[in-house]
């Protein structure tokens, strides 16, 4: 294409499928400023803004160094001789000078990817001093950023885009994923990320072919060029040669032809070889994806995940009314199938229930999942009733977050009752025999199971957060995405402990729909497997290609090894015998 060069990025893929289409760069991190096309004339106005924000820069620095030298002496003060140097760095300014003209974009966001790809050097050097100053070196960007925007706010907001294009991001929020505008957005590749972070399962609940942990992306990217992203293998090809776009045209056209047939097996339950019938239900996060479930030959929802709704327009929440009409709705819908309502979960790396609440240092551990709705009771009730309401118009089942043991339990089904008790003065009906139930994603919760059992109906297994917590990996950390290991014998081991407590368990993390492992879910004796409805068609033929007393054998075997890659290796050489054409 033209006069560039193809050229391949890789990262992650985190959610399957191509896209084919021109990029669109932001260029952003948390505080990252958003990108605009300038014109050659522009560039000495552009360049006398940053040389203006670099004398503000100094002098504020210089001020600062000042007054820590008065206070705390000559050494601590030092570190803003650092700051100077870098500030002036003549290998920054001649990169930033040499891009400026070529890429054409407001200069703020061409010093930020400047900056940003120093940075990433950085981090990467042997030396921890050297490692230690990229803080510095951040400081000192956003204090440049800030000076060149003469104090106005920083841009959180994705513009929209009136163009389909693939999107290109430092970072996406979850909150930033779920407002991309699906019509124009074909596809998204970011800088950091994980396969189980939430803006990863969004992608894949959009349907959106996604990249993440692609280094130097926005670096390398550039607004209009043309691309390729191959959410299959995590590529992205910027300036694909007419070859390469054909060949990805064909392969489109397979895979979409592939997964067509797998839809059309929708009607045939996922029952093993030998016989074993093992539920397979949808995790949902939109309502736009309500009518997919069943075209997808769900058997109900095994996951509502009901925070993109209850927080997701950044209005207030809907109250109890709006909430009963908006799960009525998804439940008639799945009739005469189960819905499982998973209450509210806020914090962590979620959606935040009060945005405006104190920073966390650490937001896992901290006011995230059932502990936010039981210090909001009466926020939370308005919740448990409109769910309860919903029981009176199909089936629907209820689960809880973040559960770590029996006193939030007890809480949570005090409330339920008082709920109930509160419909019935009210003369409104529920069913009385709604199941209930507790997410497994806290270890102490595993190591609870049988009392918990005690407690309640079913089990749900969030994989994506037992392992985090178990492994103590970050799970939307791209540093430790390569250790973030769902097959550890520590996870699996607890998983077992909880599918051993006879209560019906389903996984619904992202490890269901995982073809290597499903062989060792279907083994350790889960009852469901909820995906995400565009993975769901091929799970169940992969359950209907598997011997279940086979996998139970190879279970055991998994049970006693001593690590992940092991019980990874176990299971995928059963899936590649059961079903090679699957992957
Ligand atoms: C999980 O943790 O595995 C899970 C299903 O919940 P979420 O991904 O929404 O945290
Ligand atoms: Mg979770």
Not at 69 to 97: N, P, Y
Not at 141 to 156: I, Y
Request: hydrophobic residues 40%; glycine residues 8%.
């Amino acid at each position: 294409m033209g006069k560039f060069l193809e050229q391949r990025l890789r990262g992650l893929p985190v959610s399957p499928g191509i896209a084919i289409g021109s990029l669109r760069v932001e260029a952003r991190d948390c505080s990252a400023p958003s990108i605009h096309p300038i014109t050659e004339e522009e560039l000495p106005g552009e360049w006398k803004r940053f040389e203006e924000a670099l004398v503000r820069t100094e002098r504020e620095l210089v001020e600062l160094k000042h007054r820590v030298e008065k206070v705390s002496g000559a050494t601590e003060a030092a570190i803003f001789d650092a700051h100077l140097l870098f500030l002036r760095d003549s290998t920054i300014i001649g990169k930033l000078k040499n891009e400026l003209p070529l890429r054409l974009q407001n200069i703020e966001s061409v010093y930020y990817a400047v900056v940003q790809n120093f940075m990433e050097i950085m981090r990467a050097v042997d030396d921890p001093y050297l490692r230690s100053r990229v803080m510095d070196v951040r400081d000192v960007l956003q204090r440049v950023l800030r000076n060149m925007q003469s104090g106005d706010s920083v841009k959180r907001a994705l513009p929209a885009s009136e163009l389909s294009c693939i999107l290109a991001a430092y970072e996406l929020t979850p909150g930033d994923t779920a407002e991309l505008d699906r019509k124009n957005v074909l596809g998204f590749v970011t800088e950091t990320g994980s396969a189980m972070s939430h803006t990863a399962i969004l992608a894949r609940s959009l349907g959106l072919p996604a990249v993440v942990a692609v280094p130097r992306l926005v670096m390398d990217s550039r607004t209009g060029s043309p691309a390729i992203l191959d959410g299959y293998e995590g590529v992205l090809i910027i300036n694909p040669t007419e070859e390469t776009q054909e060949k990805y045209r064909i392969l489109r056209d397979e895979r979409e032809k592939a997964y067509r047939e797998l839809v059309g097996m929708r009607e045939l339950p996922a029952i093993t070889v030998d016989g074993h019938r093992v539920h397979l239900a949808a995790n949902v996060e939109f309502a736009h994806e309500f009518e997919s479930i069943r075209r997808s030959g769900a058997e109900g929802v095994g996951l509502y995940r009901t925070e993109f709704f209850l927080l997701g327009t950044g209005n207030s929440m809907p109250d109890e009314e709006a909430q009963y009409e908006h799960y009525r709705k998804l439940v008639e819908e799945c009739a005469p199938e189960e819905v499982i309502f998973r209450t509210l979960d806020a914090g962590g790396d979620k959606l935040p229930f009060e945005p405006s609440a104190e920073r966390e240092d650490n937001p896992a551990l901290g006011w995230r999942g059932i502990r936010v709705s039981l210090s909001r009771a009466e926020i939370f009730k308005q919740q448990l009733r409109a769910i309860l309401r919903a029981s009176a118009c199909g089936k629907v089942g209820i689960m809880f977050p973040m559960v770590s043991g029996v006193t939030e339990v007890r809480r949570t089904l005090d409330l339920l009752d008082e709920c109930r008790a509160e419909l019935r003065g009210r003369g409104q009906t529920y069913d009385e025999n709604m199941r209930v139930g507790v997410m497994i994603e806290v270890p102490s919760a595993a190591m609870m199971a049988d009392v918990l059992a005690r407690y309640v109906d079913f089990f749900s297994i969030g994989t994506n957060d037992l392992t985090q917590y178990t492994i103590a990996v970050d799970r939307v950390n791209h540093r430790v995405a390569s250790i973030f290991r769902v097959t550890h014998p520590g996870v699996v081991r607890l998983m077992a402990r909880t599918i051993e407590t006879g209560l019906p368990t389903a996984i619904c993390g992202e490890m269901g729909g995982d073809l290597n492992v499903l062989p060792l879910l279907v083994g350790l004796g889960a009852t469901e497997i909820s995906v995400g409805t565009h993975l769901l068609p091929v799970v169940r033929v992969a359950i209907r290609h598997l011997n279940y007393l086979e996998c139970k054998a190879m279970a055991q075997q998994a049970l006693q090894a001593e690590d992940s890659v092991t019980i990874r290796s176990l299971s995928r050489d059963v899936a590649l015998k059961s079903y090679p054409e699957l992957f």
